[in-house]
């Protein structure tokens, strides 16, 4: 069954330290984005990416980075600099352009600070 | 920037209600979608409806937008204790490209809290 994939579910993070959030899809779809969920509130992107090798900052991009070097790959590391990460984060893909149906998620990494 | 706010935060019904969520946006959209959330889970596609639409149907959930008022509303029919649920509109706002359609990025509301109760 396609569908898009994020791990791990659960992670904790010491002070200082970066961490890497994974996310797969096999979707065949374009476009990936990271959003940010924060306890009874909306999402918020942090970043997103149209095309392999090209992405772009979202409203809240200081203290992560992405990459995109594969189709079906976008990890998303949050950085030291990030002085809040405690939050709920996910991951989405879409087709683009005519084709645009809406986002498939994925179930989600709950990231704590320890 | 939020631009998609809900109406209400919060919404409690019995079973067998009809349940109305309403979603207000600022500027002009390519496209509105609603979306449904369990508690820790990612969200799911419920509907997507075109700026050239005015109302849409999929099972029991009936969409509506009026794009004078910038305004959707979502209705659930019939309501399920298992629709029990945060939902979600989020609107596709980008200019866009040259061939008229959407770059596929979207901004979400807070959302609407449902509870629905057996």
């Known amino acids: 069954d396609g569908g898009i994939t994020q791990s791990p579910k659960y992670l904790f993070r010491k002070e200082g330290q970066n961490v890497t959030l994974s996310c797969e899809q096999n979707?065949?779809?374009?476009?990936m984005y990271w959003y940010r969920q924060d306890p009874g509130q909306g999402l918020r992107l942090i970043y997103y990416?149209?095309?392999?090798?090209?992405?772009q900052k979202g409203d809240i991009a200081e203290g992560y980075s992405v990459s995109r070097e594969k189709k079906e790959s976008f990890p998303l590391t949050v950085t030291s600099a990030q002085k809040n990460p405690t939050a709920f984060y996910l991951c989405?893909?879409?087709?683009?352009?005519?084709?645009?149906?809406?986002?498939?998620f994925g179930s989600g990494t709950r990231l704590t600070v320890v | 920037s939020q631009q998609g706010e809900e109406d209400p935060q919060a919404l409690s019904i019995q079973e067998g209600e009809n349940a109305t969520m309403n979603c207000s946006y600022k500027t002009s959209i390519n496209n509105l979608q609603w979306y449904r959330q369990n508690s820790g889970r990612g969200l799911v596609h419920l509907i997507l409806?075109?700026?050239?639409?005015r109302e849409k149907h999929s099972g029991r959930l009936r969409v509506t937008l009026d794009t004078s008022k910038k305004s959707s509303s979502l209705l659930i029919t019939a309501s399920r204790a298992a629709d029990t649920a945060s939902y979600f509109c989020?609107?596709?706002?980008?200019?866009?490209?040259?061939?008229?359609?959407?770059?596929?990025?979207?901004?979400f509301g807070q959302g609407t809290i449902l509870t629905v109760h057996p």
């Open positions: 989405a893909s879409s087709k683009l352009g005519h084709l645009f149906g809406g986002y498939t």
């Open positions: 409806i075109r700026s050239n639409e």
């Open positions: 979707l065949n779809h374009d476009a």
């Open positions: 989020a609107t596709d706002g980008q200019p866009q490209n040259a061939g008229g359609t959407s770059y596929g990025k979207l901004t």
């Open positions: 990416s149209q095309i392999v090798n090209d992405f």
